[in-house]
């Protein structure tokens, strides 16, 4: 059964719809949101509660990924990663990191270029023979803070799980994962890209 966030980015390379399952809550939430999907993160030693599908929390290591902030409707789940039931932020200057299937990304590695070549965000494949899966970032539905402008590019904080699937399950290293983040370059695989696993079991 195909992971939500790859899910979401299958869609983007396919034109095609997605159906959640029940224990996802998927609705377009409209104004700010970080878009993450090409991001890649940091650990920051700390760990974060997640929501699980179906009931529950689980603990995951912490990251924090800076994410380009855009505006119009993307898609949540509401029940997921620390939402709490609503598109509404849980406080004052925060932000929802949400996913809206885009072919160009504001990226750190190309300087926050906001259009053009620079800004390709195509889906990569990162193999389960990298053995990396349990190493990818779920940013999907997690709240972001810090608000700032780089290069003239609004972006955030975002804080997310590591090795963390988006119902709250973890990822096994040998688990292949797709991503937007290192324009098509596999090395990225390693550097803790924001996805979600191809397949889980």
């Not at 929501?51 to 898609?75: F, H």
């Not at 932000?95 to 390709?120: C, F, N």
């Not at 324009?183 to 990225?188: I, K, L, N």
């Amino acid at each position: 059964m195909l992971g939500l966030a790859a899910v979401l980015l299958a869609c983007t390379a396919l034109g095609g719809r997605a159906d959640a399952r029940p224990e996802h809550q998927l609705k377009l939430c409209g104004g700010y949101y970080a878009l993450c999907a090409a991001s890649t993160c940091t650990p920051t030693g700390k760990t974060i509660t997640v929501n699980v599908s179906g009931g529950g929390t689980a603990k995951y290591p912490e990251a924090e990924c800076t994410c380009p902030i855009e505006s119009g409707e993307a898609i949540a789940d509401v029940v997921g990663g620390n939402m709490r039931g609503s598109c509404k932020p849980a406080a004052e200057g925060e932000v929802w990191s949400l996913y809206d299937p885009k072919k160009e990304i504001p990226q750190a590695i190309t300087g926050w270029v906001p259009t053009g070549p620079a800004a390709q965000a195509p889906v990569l494949t990162c193999s389960k023979d990298l053995n990396l899966g349990h190493q990818l970032a779920n940013c999907f539905s997690f709240a972001c803070n810090d608000e700032r402008y780089v290069n003239g590019v609004p972006v955030a904080s975002c804080y997310c799980p590591i090795g963390e699937a988006p119902d709250g399950t973890a990822v096994a290293p040998h688990t292949t994962f797709v991503t937007q983040a290192g324009q098509g370059d596999d090395g990225y695989c390693a550097e803790r890209p924001v996805g979600g696993p191809a397949s889980v079991p």
